[in-house]
């Protein structure tokens, strides 16, 4: 497509985003690349189609081929151009999709450029996409990609790279940017822990941190997933500001020490549960998330009773169970997965415990008050999220991305529900 011919029509692009909050910050920053090129961002009917994929599990990858096979259906004369990590080492499959453009993940900065055909051999990097402002009522601010630790099961280090971290002034300028229309900035990374370990002089997520949590005007900073081996003494002391948001994602995988060993993590439970006892120490009633995976190779009865009674001691408020699929490039590369039976067995019993992990976490914040973030409206509900990541249900129709002080006034097997506190 030529340059000139969107002078004379302006051109009209729709997004689907699929995987982590580092994707949904790379969307953002490319919407914003499109409009500057006189694109027309739209939820409905496009010119063309932005597939930023992800490929971290077999579902991902289904729901990236899904999002592709919609684009086409809803406009066949459109252009489809599939981004991210699936694009990076799959380029086969997309092209069977009939994909027209395939950008991979480590191009991604170049998306606009494939398609007004500029600048591809340009010298951009990964921190050329930056953003203004949020499609979300919280904002995410990417600091970091790529990531190092080479797990057995994971294949995002070979789409990403290694750790690669942003300059500390471009964050800061970037979190002041979004401060007026965003009470919550999310500070997110492939690997967030990683920040700082490859800038020379060398710096840390807690030296950054610090700095951010001294922004004027700032409402509230929230981490996204970190190691657990990662947390130093100086982060964790950090969670003694308010400003901090008393949350913690964790993605302990599986609570038992041999299958830990084998998916190559860097941490034991004992490093897991010293973490969460310090932090509990310092907010008492800090949310505690995790991801579980089900279905690792080797796993056995006694494993799974070990990661039963791991998360029984550790009770965390939300947990993103999963079950394991065989990625490329990793040594189950090609794996037949057997087992399925038992398999589903133990996500259901998972399941089971998440739900009453999370009524237990919230019952204790009836009748105490919070810092909601009003986001979207469902279901005759203002509905957002707290300080520490509980998601309310307030009758009132108030504006979003507003903050209000509520009250749980009742919690559900499901669901929390809040007034607005007048106190």
């Known amino acids: 497509m030529a340059t000139d011919n969107m002078c004379t029509k302006k051109m009209k692009v729709k997004f689907f985003t699929l995987g982590c909050k580092v994707n949904q910050y790379e969307t953002e920053a490319l919407k914003e690349e499109f409009t500057r090129y006189n694109f027309e961002i739209t939820d409905r009917k496009a010119d063309f189609y932005v597939i930023n994929t992800c490929t971290v599990t077999h579902s991902a990858d289904t729901k990236s081929k899904e999002a592709i096979i919609k684009a086409r259906r809803e406009n066949p004369q459109s252009k489809i151009i599939a981004c991210g990590c699936l694009a990076q080492l799959n380029s086969d499959y997309l092209q069977r999709l009939g994909v027209d453009y395939i950008v991979p993940q480590d191009r991604?900065?170049?998306?606009?450029?494939?398609?007004?055909?500029?600048n591809i051999e340009g010298n951009k990097d990964i921190w050329s996409l930056k953003i203004n402002t949020f499609f979300h009522k919280r904002a995410f601010v990417k600091i970091q990609d790529g990531c190092n630790n080479f797990c057995t099961f994971c294949k995002i280090p070979y789409l990403r790279g290694p750790s690669r971290s942003?300059?500390?002034?471009?964050?800061?300028?970037?979190?002041?940017?979004?401060?007026?229309?965003?009470?919550?900035?999310?500070?997110?990374?492939?690997?967030?822990?990683?920040?700082?370990?490859?800038?020379?002089?060398k710096t840390s997520l807690a030296e950054l941190l610090r700095d951010v949590l001294k922004i004027e005007g700032l409402g509230r900073i929230r981490l996204s997933s970190l190691e657990p081996s990662l947390i130093n003494e100086d982060l964790l002391d950090l969670f003694k500001n308010q400003k901090l948001c008393p949350h913690l994602h964790l993605p302990f995988q599986s609570g038992d020490d041999t299958i830990l060993r084998l998916m190559n993590k860097k941490e034991t439970t004992r490093v897991y549960y010293n973490v969460v006892e310090k932090v509990r120490k310092i907010r008492p009633l800090i949310a505690i998330s995790c991801d579980i995976m089900v279905g690792f190779p080797s796993e056995e009865d006694k494993h799974f009773k070990n990661t039963v009674n791991f998360l029984h001691n550790i009770r965390p408020m939300r947990m993103h169970i999963f079950r394991f699929s065989p990625r490329e490039n990793t040594v189950f590369s090609g794996m037949v997965l057997k087992g399925q039976r038992k398999i589903k067995e133990r996500l259901d019993f998972l399941k089971k415990m998440k739900d009453k992990f999370s009524y237990e976490y919230r019952k204790k914040f009836v009748n105490k008050s919070l810092f909601m973030v009003a986001e979207e409206r469902k279901n005759g509900y203002t509905v957002g999220y707290t300080e520490n990541y509980i998601r309310p249900f307030l009758k009132e129709n108030v504006p979003l991305g507003s903050v209000k002080k509520v009250r749980v006034s009742e919690v559900s097997k499901e669901k929390t529900f809040v007034i607005i506190d007048e106190a």
């Open 166 to 201: 942003r300059k500390k002034e471009d964050i800061i300028d970037e979190v002041k940017r979004l401060i007026p229309y965003h009470y919550e900035i999310v500070l997110c990374g492939i690997n967030l822990g990683l920040y700082g370990k490859d800038i020379n002089p």
């Open 108 to 118: 991604k900065q170049y998306v606009v450029d494939f398609i007004i055909k500029t």
